[in-house]
């Protein structure tokens, strides 16, 4: 199974403080038909996940253009280029182009 | 607009079988895979399989000997199906659309216990 480690477990940010979480699989997350099923999600506390970038780095709608993803092969990076009150709860990259689909652990950001 | 509801037992005694409906508005479940995945305090997130829009099947191998996904299209229903439940199986199962799961429903808690 692909194995998806996500750096910090958890982040402690001010309103307006930038964040970055790392994302690393154990292998190359490109699919045989050339796109990565890289996504991030979010699970604000006592609500399901919810979607907020696919394909590496393609927004869905809605999501406050603060967020960012990038990275290719086996690293990711989610970014938020300026915290706000409605950005905590835990952050999980997880994968679909290798059975069975994988998640990473979490990173938890609390804002200070 | 978009919605994923799951219903479950709640509470289910080890051994049992779990069933778990997951029904959706606002898009045909022909046009869509339709994903499971659950969420425990021992293992976090983890994948259990997913129904094509042409309605066959994928498992996690973790699950497979155990799990049944199948669905009802004229009911806009998903139905989760997982035998000889162990007390590790306790957690939040959630219904989840399309291939990369853009929409996810509210979950369904399950508690295994005596």
């Known amino acids: 199974d692909v194995v998806m480690t996500q750096t910090p477990v958890s982040l402690s940010l001010a309103i307006g403080q930038p964040a970055s979480i790392s994302c690393k699989s154990s292998?190359?997350?490109?699919?045989?038909?050339?796109?990565?099923?890289l996504s991030w999600i979010l699970q604000r506390p006592g609500q399901s996940p919810k979607r907020l970038i696919y394909?590496?780095?393609k927004l869905d709608s809605g999501v406050p253009d603060r967020f960012s993803g990038s990275g290719s092969e086996t690293e990711f990076t989610l970014k938020i280029s300026r915290v706000e009150a409605e950005d905590l709860g835990v952050y999980y990259c997880w994968q679909a182009t290798h059975f069975p689909l994988t998640f990473g652990s979490g990173t938890k950001l609390e804002i200070k | 607009q978009v919605q994923l509801k799951e219903t479950g037992p709640g509470l289910v005694q080890p051994t049992q079988t779990l069933s778990i409906t997951c029904t959706v508005s606002g898009f045909s479940l022909t046009s869509y895979y339709m994903q499971w995945v659950r969420q425990t305090p021992g293992k976090g997130l983890e994948w259990m399989g997913f129904?094509?829009?042409?309605?066959?099947?994928e498992y996690n191998s973790e699950f497979k000997s155990r799990l049944s996904i199948s669905r009802d299209t004229s009911k806009n229903q998903v139905f989760l199906k997982m035998n000889s439940l162990k007390t590790e199986d306790t957690g939040v199962y959630y219904c989840?659309?399309?291939?990369?799961?853009?929409?996810w429903g509210q979950g369904a808690s399950v508690t295994v216990s005596s």
């Open positions: 292998q190359s997350l490109v699919h045989s038909d050339g796109k990565t099923y």
């Open positions: 394909l590496v780095s």
């Open positions: 129904i094509r829009s042409g309605g066959s099947t």
């Open positions: 989840a659309r399309g291939a990369i799961m853009d929409a």
